[in-house]
């Protein structure tokens, strides 16, 4: 994925055309998109916030569920044997995905720093560009050589 997106939170000349054109045709729609540069980088922590909290809330129906069954799994097949090994495999399954879902977690985590570095090496660049040229004296004259050169 390109990080350089064209629609991306911040003040781009995208988000302030789509922007503009959101208060031209619907009001909504220009507050909608006023709010995306304003706080569109805190939607990813938002949506993993939500999704986290609605995989564990219904999560608990699901327990709750299968013990209201008197010991049974709901749509138990009859079978003793099948559904026991249904249920293991289902809560194998589930392990799965907790791990995949802690290493999903994890990338996410290198992603950020990663992005976070790149941001800090960039800013630091800017910064010694322009104490570089603030510490150069603005009324001297170029020396002829360093053109030629």
């Not at 220009?30 to 990813?44: C, N, V």
């Not at 569920?65 to 194998?92: C, Q, V």
């Amino acid at each position: 994925m390109n990080n350089a997106a064209l629609i991306r939170p911040g003040w781009t000349p995208a988000t302030i055309a789509l922007m503009i054109i959101g208060f031209m045709l619907f009001w909504p729609l220009g507050f909608a998109m006023l709010a995306y540069i304003l706080w569109g980088d805190r939607l990813e922590g938002f949506k993993q916030d939500v999704n986290r909290k609605t995989d564990s809330f219904c999560g608990a129906f699901r327990r709750n569920k299968r013990s209201a069954h008197f010991g049974r799994a709901p749509f138990g097949t009859g079978n003793a044997a099948f559904d026991e090994w249904r249920d293991k495999e289902l809560e194998r399954l589930e392990e799965e995905r907790r791990k995949l879902d802690e290493m999903r977690a994890e990338f996410e985590d290198y992603a950020n720093e990663l992005r976070r570095a790149k941001d800090r090496e960039e800013f630091d660049r800017f910064m010694a560009e322009r104490n570089a040229v603030s510490k150069k004296p603005s009324g001297t004259v170029p020396d002829v050589n360093e053109d030629q050169q």
